[in-house]
T-cell receptor, first 113, second 109 residues
Framework: DAGVIQSPRHEVTEMGQEVTLRCKPISGHDYLFWYRQTMMRGLELLIYFNNNVPIDDSGMPEDRFSAKMPNASFSTLKIQPSEPRDSAVYFC???????????FGEGSWLTVV | KNEVEQSPQNLTAQEGEFITINCSYSVGISALHWLQQHPGGGIVSLFMLSSGKKKHGRLIATINIQEKHSSLHITASHPRDSAVYICAVFMDSNYQLIWGAGTKLIIKP
């Protein structure tokens, strides 16, 4: 299996632009998680899906952030408009079931200038 | 008080030493994860535990559900073990994953 696949790996964008991060979970996994990692705040859960349905989005920082999972094999995290403080590494992860091993993607390194 | 606490926050040891990282939690959980993050940034899942003990190579993870405590041990440590080790628990009430702050491990040759 190819593992959790994220794209882009690196993105540098100007403040105000829309950013879309993409994730392909491991086939058959029912849970998908979006995390953000910064030096100041460490690793934060933004949102997670179960069977494509958003379950908990309390970690989404504000309305500029949105996440979708239109099908079992694809999810997006969108930031519009982006701000410099959004600069972070965004990880996508998936697991077969709650309490099972979580598999992480390699992360999307976002820099907003 | 954090729901998941790790100790120590930082650990420097010589190659070959036996390493122990501890994790205590205060919530009901369905599982506990140990993860490793290398300086390059990628996160790797090491273990998922709901009871007992698991071993993989030089890594051993144990959990005591009654005491709400888990330990990660590294035997015969090596410089390539240098990384941040993160304990995370899956709450059994809402499936949310709560992270410890991580332990930064440096193994000197």
């Amino acid at each position: 299996d190819a593992g959790v696949i994220q794209s882009p790996r690196h993105e540098v964008t100007e403040m105000g632009q829309e950013v879309t991060l993409r994730c392909k979970p491991i086939s058959g996994h029912d849970y998908l998680f979006w995390y953000r990692q910064t030096m100041m705040r460490g690793l934060e859960l933004l949102i997670y899906f179960n069977n494509n349905v958003p379950i908990d989005d309390s970690g989404m920082p504000e309305d500029r952030f949105s996440a979708k999972m239109p099908n079992a094999s694809f999810s997006t995290l969108k930031i519009q408009p982006s701000e410099p403080r959004d600069s972070a590494v965004y990880f996508c992860a998936s697991s077969l079931d709650s309490g099972n091993t979580i598999y992480f993607g390699e992360g999307s390194w976002l820099t907003v200038v | 008080k954090n729901e998941v606490e790790q100790s120590p926050q930082n650990l420097t040891a010589q190659e070959g030493e036996f390493i122990t990282i501890n994790c205590s939690y205060s919530v009901g959980i369905s599982a506990l994860h140990w993860l490793q993050q290398h300086p390059g940034g990628g996160i790797v899942s090491l273990f998922m535990l709901s009871s007992g003990k698991k071993k993989h190579g030089r890594l051993i993870a144990t959990i005591n559900i009654q005491e709400k405590h888990s330990s990660l041990h590294i035997t015969a440590s090596h410089p390539r073990d240098s990384a941040v080790y993160i304990c995370a628990v899956f709450m059994d009430s809402n499936y949310q994953l709560i992270w410890g702050a991580g332990t930064k491990l440096i193994i000197k040759p």
